[in-house]
Structure formats: C-alpha cells, structure tokens
C-alpha cells in the first residue's frame, strides 16, 4: 500500500506453459480505480488466470484520478514490479484498464515508457515494457473527465454507504463536487489534454486495442467511446469494439459472461502472437545492426591502413618513391613472339608489383644522346671531359682555357731554347 493506492500481484506463476504443466503465457496488469469493488477485481482475476496469465492489480484511490503526483508515484511502482517480473522472463504483457483507471494511473505509465514524462526510469526497462506490451483493452472506458462527469463521481460508491439523513449525503456530494469543480478551473484542462495524448501516444508501441462498452452507459457514452476508436484507427492503430445493449457500466462480464470469455480469449491469443512477431522483428534488426557494425568495422580498418600509408616517411636506404620502369618495354623480338595471354599475365603483375628504380648506362644510345643535349662542351671557357671512373662509372673534369694556354705558351718557349 502506498499514496494513491497499491500495487499487487493477484496470481503469479513463476514459469511458462510447456505442454499442459503449470504457469503463464503472460501478465495482463489490471487498472483498477476505487469505483470498481474489489470482490468484482477478484472476478477477473480468476478469468485471465484461468486463461493462463498473471494478473498485476494497480487499484488507485477515488482522487488520485485528479492528483498526477500521486498517479506519477503509484505508476513507479507498478513499473518496478513489472520490470523486475520482464527481466526474470520476457512475456507478452496486456494493459487492462476499468472506468477512469487511464486518468488514475494508466496515462502516468505510458508517459513514462514513452519518454513524455519529465521523471523517468531507465531507458532499458522503458524499452523492455514496450518490446512486451501486446495488447491494450478498454473496459467501460475511456473516460473523458470534464466537469459534468465529476458531478456525476462526486456520489462515490463509498458515500452512498453512508449512515445518516440524505440531506446530509447530498451535502457532502455538492461540497465534493464544487472542489473538483475548482480543480477544473485552475488545472485540471492542461492534466485533460496530456491524459488523451498519452492514450493516443501508445499507438507507436504497435499492439492492438480492444474496447468492451454498452450502449446505455451513462459514464463512458457512445460518442466519447466513436471518437477515442476513430482517433485511434486514423493514427493507424488496430481497434476492435465490442458492444452491449444493456449491460452497466464496468458490469459487462456479470451481465454476458459466456461472450466476455470468448471475445478475451481470443484477443489474448491474438497478443501472444504480437509478441512472437516483435521478437523475430527484434531479432532481425539484431542481425542487420550487428551486420551494419562490421561493415563499419571494415571501412574503419582501412580507412586507418590508408591513412597509415599516406602519412609514412622514408626510415631506410629503401624507402622512396620510384618511378617505373622501362625495362619492360625494351624486349627482344623474341619476346614478341610470345602469347597475348602471357603479356597480359605479364602486364597484370607488373601493375601490383613495387615499383623499380630505373638506372640509364652512360655509354648506351640513350646515355649518350642525353650527354649530348644536356651537357654543354664550353661553359664560360671550362672544358668539360670525362677524366676516369669512379666505382665503375665516368666522371667528369674540367680545366679553365687560360691555364692550357699557359702551358701551351711554356711549351712552345722551351722548344725555341
């Protein structure tokens, strides 16, 4: 028991259905406002476990339908129960909701597990209730809190029990009503609209809706009920209405016992089947995201080796660029005569082999044609000639012109002598 009502499990089998044994396909949490008596909770939790589910019971009190603090605090703690009970043993999960239980807690849920809510849990059990929400069912609901539907709340089932003149109940029902009248006026229209977007919000979760209603229900009229159900299938929901002539309200299974089982039976089965297809759905987007994160994986690597690449620098003798080279082009006509495929193959290892540093014999044509045209003779009165050799290959000297006359002119002097 804490403010604003309490949370409880109103059966709970440890394990799955395998064959017949004991345990629970899943656990429909059952919204209960203080309207609903608690031998009437009993009735239906008999029901869904006969069918094979848990039941986890959130019975808030008359007035925390028109506190949100107290509904955002009783919503916590129905969400500890149930994330604990999903981490044990994901299940398929059905939100069952009576009369004004959406305003007296249900909303706070969803905005919590949808994000729309200031205070928040952890984004893995948020996601964890979504993954399991299967299923959402209506009963005798939802309501639309307005002033005219306080009026008719403010006789609660607990004063009519009331002792005493019915002047005296009359009294406290007015003096009930103009209270909440007041609440109206300063917050309660901003609490209204955020109660119909989070009923609307849930359909992103994906799970279909069942609404049991009646066609002589004062509480839950015909026209809220059309509106709430077509709001729903334009936001692409998948609703299904089921409707009474004369059943009360929240008195559906009391009245049509036989038909309430079998419409519920089959939406249950329906849920089961929701939560095996998000599974294989969750499963998939597993494998692609783990397929995806290799792939980046692998561009990373070799982004990195390219990079690595790029940025390395000569560390040796060995270490430079060369140019190709074009040895393979000077081939002997034998070489001609070989297949198109062997060239190929040739030209093809070429391509992926290091490159070649390319070295040009000073004494071939090529040598001396390069010799020839790049090397001047005279350049400012210096003779430029190869002198020797130096580790097997010619280098040059030179002599200025002024110093050969010279001795030229020596020579020419001793022979006259």
């Known amino acids: ?19 017949g044994g004991g345990g629970s396909h899943g656990v429909v949490v059952i919204f209960a406002w203080s309207s609903i008596d608690e031998n009437h909770l009993t009735n239906f939790v008999d029901l869904y476990s006969s069918l094979g589910w848990n039941s986890l019971v959130c019975r808030a009190d008359f007035l925390t339908a028109f506190y949100p603090e107290m509904a955002l605090s009783l919503a916590f703690h129905l969400l500890s129960e149930l994330v604990e009970e999903l981490k044990t043993r994901p299940c398929p999960v059905i939100f069952l909701a009576f009369s004004g239980a959406p305003k ?27 993954n399991c929400l299967s299923g959402h069912v209506y009963d005798s609901g939802p309501l639309d809190f307005t002033s005219d539907l306080n009026a008719k709340f403010a006789l609660h089932p607990t004063i009519r029990r009331m002792s005493g003149p019915s002047k005296l109940v009359s009294w406290m029902a007015k003096g009930i009503s103009s209270g909440l ?17 989070a009923l609307y ?52 299974y009391t009245h049509n016992p036989i038909q309430y089982r079998a419409v519920i039976s089959n939406f249950l089965e329906k849920a089961i089947s929701v939560h095996l297809q998000n599974i294989r759905l969750l499963g998939e987007r597993a ?18 080796k390219s990079n690595q690449s790029l940025r390395r620098v000569a560390t040796g003798p060995c270490d430079h660029f060369f140019l190709p080279s074009s040895a393979p082009y000077q081939s002997s006509s ?21 490159l070649q540093a390319t070295s040009i014999n000073a004494h071939s044509v090529l040598g001396q044609f390069l010799f020839d045209s790049c090397v001047p003779k005279n350049i400012e009165g210096w003779d430029i000639r190869f002198g020797g050799s130096l580790n097997g ?25």
């Open 181 to 197: 009248d007041g609440l109206y006026l300063t917050r309660f229209e901003s609490q209204r609209r955020e109660y119909w977007q």
């Open 104 to 130: 007296a807690c249900m909303y706070q849920v969803l905005q919590v597990i949808m994000g729309d809510c200031e205070a928040q849990i952890h984004p893995n059990d948020s996601q964890l209730v979504r």
């Open 201 to 252: 919000s849930s359909v992103e979760i994906g799970a279909p809706y069942l609404i049991l209603c009646s066609e002589n229900d004062d509480l839950a009229p015909q026209n809220v009920i059309s509106s709430f159900t077509h709001q729903l299938q334009e936001l692409g929901g998948e609703v299904k209405v089921v409707k009474w002539k004369n059943s009360p309200h929240a008195g559906h």
């Open 334 to 354: 034998s070489t001609n005569d070989t297949s198109s495929s062997s060239q190929e193959e040739q030209r093809e290892r070429s391509s992926f082999r290091p």
């Open 1 to 19: 028991m804490i403010g604003g009502g309490k949370v409880y499990w109103g059966r709970k089998a440890d394990k799955e259905i395998e064959d």
């Open 393 to 417: 290959q010619p280098y040059a000297t030179s002599s200025s012109r002024k110093s050969s006359n010279l001795g030229f002119k020596k020579r020419f002097l001793r022979s006259r002598l």
């Open 287 to 304: 494998h692609t995201h783990d397929e995806i994160s290799e792939l980046i994986c692998g561009l990373q690597k070799v982004a990195v």
